[in-house]
């Protein structure tokens, strides 16, 4: 997926820049001192809420400026019942954002290259993108012979990988709960008790295929990463390829195309609109040739601003399916891997293709800049 990637570390944040062809294609940002998605915290139960859809839920103080939020009802784990002052094992599922505390979970996921481990669940799963059924057999098989409690998914880097090395994991993943329980009887709530480090992990894995090279900025993170691809030491990397105008770029509500047209993005509380704007000029045959660029640039808007919940696109002429069956299979493609699982629902009754997609990270426009004060989020102010 990448062929370079930039980090840059300075103090307690990191800045990973995913590129392709000179392009910026994935950005991160990771502060160690906020609640990252994946995290395990000791918490501190705090209310106890009715939500408007009449079930039950919980303000939880897990350290930060924000209380997160889980719901009492959860699958797979009996119902939540719980009191003020109370302290709970959570593990983060969505980051903090602008207006909204983070979102929780006691399921908690420990995730390695080969393994996903679920202390609190009971199925073995392989994953789906696994389809010899021999070999599924084969790993779901190594790993019930070899653990006696908890859930496992046997992630699809396990195919190619040595038996030796899978339950070397497992033996690690075990460890590292292990670790947290023993960590909890010596902590007093709210406190960290598992830092989530695999996005850069996660970045290189997806780029296994291609050459990449990595460009960092500290001599340690050059030692760390120099037995999984080709890294350099480049104190200036991010200036040199221009990743500050990149983010200037990427949070513009205006993306011209090659063709002429636009693509206009506008991030709203409750989804995303997005409207495919062809001008003038353009004929039937012009239209589609409009809408498939449109919607290979859409793919990459997505990935590279984060955008997430409710998409719902607005393409350019008729909004027929059979005219639209061609964009939609560009972005089905295009998505197909998407770490945050986007969904291509189709088009709606009133001609709109939708999409969802997982919303674990703030956006790019959200960590980049808030809500205006004088206009509060429109945009506009009065005359």
Same mark, same amino acid.
């Given at each position: 997926m990448f062929d370079k990637i930039l980090v840059r570390e300075e103090g307690s944040i990191k800045q990973i820049a995913g590129m392709k062809d000179g392009d910026l294609r994935e950005f991160v940002v990771i502060d160690s001192n906020k609640a990252?998605?994946?995290?395990?915290?000791?918490?501190?139960?705090?209310?106890?809420?009715?939500?408007?859809?009449?079930?039950?839920?919980y303000f939880v103080n897990i350290g930060?400026?924000?209380?997160?939020?889980?719901?009492?009802?959860?699958?797979?784990?009996?119902?939540?019942?719980?009191?003020?002052?109370?302290?709970?094992?959570v593990q983060v599922l969505q980051e903090q954002r602008a207006e909204k505390g983070a979102r929780v979970t006691r399921f908690l996921q420990i995730v390695g290259t080969f393994l996903v481990y679920s202390p609190y669940g009971e199925d073995i799963l392989v994953s789906a993108k696994i389809d010899d059924e021999e070999k599924r057999e084969e790993l779901g098989n190594l790993i019930a012979d070899n653990v006696d409690q908890g859930g496992w998914m046997v992630r699809t880097q396990a195919l190619d990988a040595q038996k030796e090395d899978i339950l070397k994991e497992l033996k690690i993943l075990q460890s590292v709960f292990n670790n947290i329980l023993i960590r909890v009887k010596n902590l007093k709530a709210p406190?960290? *008790? &598992?830092?989530?480090?695999?996005?850069?992990?996660?970045? %290189?894995?997806?780029?296994?295929?291609?050459? +990449?090279?990595?460009? !960092?900025?500290?001599?340690?993170?050059?030692?760390?990463?120099?037995?999984?691809?080709?890294? *350099? &030491?480049?104190?200036?990397?991010?200036?040199?390829?221009? %990743?500050?105008?990149?983010?200037?770029?990427? +949070?513009?509500?205006? !993306?011209?195309?090659?063709?002429?047209?636009?693509v206009i993005i506008e991030e709203t509380k409750a989804f995303v609109a997005i409207d495919v704007d062809s001008g003038e000029g353009f004929t039937q045959g012009g239209i589609n040739r409009l809408n498939q660029e449109a919607a290979h640039e859409i793919v990459r808007q997505?990935?590279?601003?984060?955008?997430?919940?409710?998409i719902i696109i607005d393409f350019a002429g008729n909004n027929e399916f059979k005219f639209l069956k061609s964009v939609i299979d560009i972005l089905v493609k295009g998505l197909a891997q998407d770490v945050s699982k986007a969904k291509v629902l189709g088009v709606s009754r009133a001609g709109n293709v939708e999409i969802v997609r997982s919303r674990k990270r703030p956006s790019l426009r959200d960590l980049f800049s808030e809500e205006c004060v004088t206009c509060q989020g429109t945009g506009r102010v009065e005359k």
């Open positions: 990252n998605e994946g995290n395990i915290y000791l918490g501190k139960i705090v209310k106890k809420i009715q939500t408007a859809n009449g079930y039950s839920g930060g400026d924000k209380e997160a939020f889980i719901n009492a009802e959860e699958r797979k784990l009996e119902n939540l019942n719980a009191c003020e002052g109370q302290s709970i094992i406190a960290l *008790l &598992f830092t989530n480090d695999n996005y850069l992990d996660e970045m %290189i894995k997806r780029s296994q295929s291609c050459s +990449l090279k990595i460009e !960092v900025n500290s001599h340690i993170l050059e030692k760390e990463l120099s037995d999984k691809a080709v890294v *350099l &030491f480049n104190a200036k990397a991010f200036e040199e390829a221009g %990743i500050e105008e990149k983010i200037n770029n990427a +949070l513009s509500k205006n !993306v011209k195309l090659n063709c002429g047209g636009r997505i990935l590279l601003r984060n955008l997430s919940g409710k």
